[in-house]
């Protein structure tokens, strides 16, 4: 089965930065392509970021040049570096997987930015 568990949620001042850690266990982590959503209350879930299996990355416009997704198949680990926190990054940030049919989902990270 798989799992997803994600890690690095914090409250943070803005203009700070945190990184963010989804690691995968149950499959082999190289065959998924990864990404990151989040959802703020009273919204709906976005896409932030994503990364395939070959390593080509995707970011959504509001945090295109301050989120940075990578992945580290030896580790089963995907990250999202943010840098330049906003008051508006405020939501719960959720790790996804993907491999056609199959879809995964980790059980969030609140992230919090202070103004």
């Known amino acids: 089965q798989v799992q997803l568990v994600e890690s690095g949620g914090d409250l943070v001042q803005a203009g700070g930065s945190l990184r963010l850690s989804c690691t995968l266990s149950?499959?082999?982590?190289?065959?998924?392509?990864m990404g990151w959503y989040r959802q703020a209350p009273g919204k709906e879930r976005e896409l932030v970021a994503s990364v395939t299996t070959g390593g080509m990355s995707n970011y959504g416009d509001s945090v295109k040049g301050r989120f940075t997704i990578s992945r580290d198949n030896a580790r089963s680990t995907v990250y999202l570096q943010m840098n330049s926190l906003k008051p508006e990054d405020t939501a719960v940030y959720y790790c996804h997987s993907s491999r056609g049919f199959y879809q995964y989902w980790g059980q969030g990270t609140q992230v919090t930015v202070s103004s």
């Open positions: 149950g499959s082999i982590f190289s065959i998924y392509d």
